[in-house]
């Protein structure tokens, strides 16, 4: 039978953990803003370029760095752990 109030069983990976609450509507808050911050700089007629450097070890010895103002390129080649900021991203 299934348990409707606690006590269930676990479905998180290992070093998982659930948020609730105020604790989740802040943590997805901080995701969106932390994203906002990230690319505003590069909207607009003056927006500016970012440059992208891979990570040592990624691409191999012939790493470039990349030049952009796409957002959605920058967001995409960089590592988020917020779900929140996740979701911005794969939307993007």
Do not use: C
Not at 60 to 65: D, H, L, T, V
């Amino acid at each position: 039978m299934h348990r409707i109030f606690g006590g269930g069983p676990t479905i998180y990976k290992e070093g998982g953990s659930e948020e609730r609450g105020e604790n989740a509507r802040l943590q997805a808050f901080i995701g969106a803003i932390a994203i906002g911050d990230l690319v505003k700089s590069t909207l607009g007629p003056k927006g500016m370029d970012k440059i992208l450097q891979p990570m040592p070890g990624q691409g191999g010895s012939r790493a470039n760095a990349t030049v952009t103002n796409d957002g959605a390129t920058i967001l995409k080649s960089i590592w988020i752990d917020n779900p929140a900021a996740k979701i911005l991203v794969d939307i993007s």
